[in-house]
């Protein structure tokens, strides 16, 4: 089994033949991080970096997305939902987290969680008051719509 290492800390880089173009890597983050109106702006504050974006062959007309998202201490984001599905790690410090219908949950530096196509994400923020969080994320797109979506009040 061949294991390809990933350091969030680099240069974004397109893989492959097949990768998406940088226009459409940008398009995606500044969807992803754009808000949407005055009370966005004070919460979506996180700071989004790409590592990479790969068009995936065998599921035609999908990309991955794999990116960093940085909070500052007390930081969050407003709801959203994802058009697709997504897996976070925790990279460093402590993230509180809540789908719909579900618990609030405290995730720390080494776990995981996965939120399916569409989801509402009505709790996303920094855990600490004091320290940064730092998450990987792992979002199957379009490559042509938004990452993040703003749920409608």
Do not use: C
Request: cysteine-free; charged content about 20%.
């Amino acid at each position: 089994m061949m294991t390809t290492r990933i350091n969030p800390l680099s240069k974004p880089r397109l893989a492959g033949r097949g990768a998406l173009s940088l226009a459409a890597i940008a398009l995606g983050l500044l969807a992803l991080t754009a808000p949407r109106h005055a009370m966005a702006q004070a919460v979506d504050k996180e700071k989004v970096a790409p590592v990479t974006q790969q068009a995936i062959p065998e599921a035609p007309g999908k990309a991955v997305l794999i990116a960093t998202v940085t909070y500052e201490p007390g930081q969050s984001s407003s709801p959203h939902k994802h058009p697709g599905s997504i897996f976070a790690y925790v990279l460093e410090g402590s993230v509180e987290s809540q789908l719909e219908g579900g618990p609030v949950k405290i995730y720390r530096a080494g776990d995981a969680w996965y939120e399916p196509v569409g989801a509402h994400h009505v709790v996303s923020r920094n855990a600490s008051k004091s320290e940064p969080a730092k998450l990987l994320i792992f979002a199957v797109t379009s490559g042509h719509e938004p990452v993040k979506q703003p749920l409608e009040h």
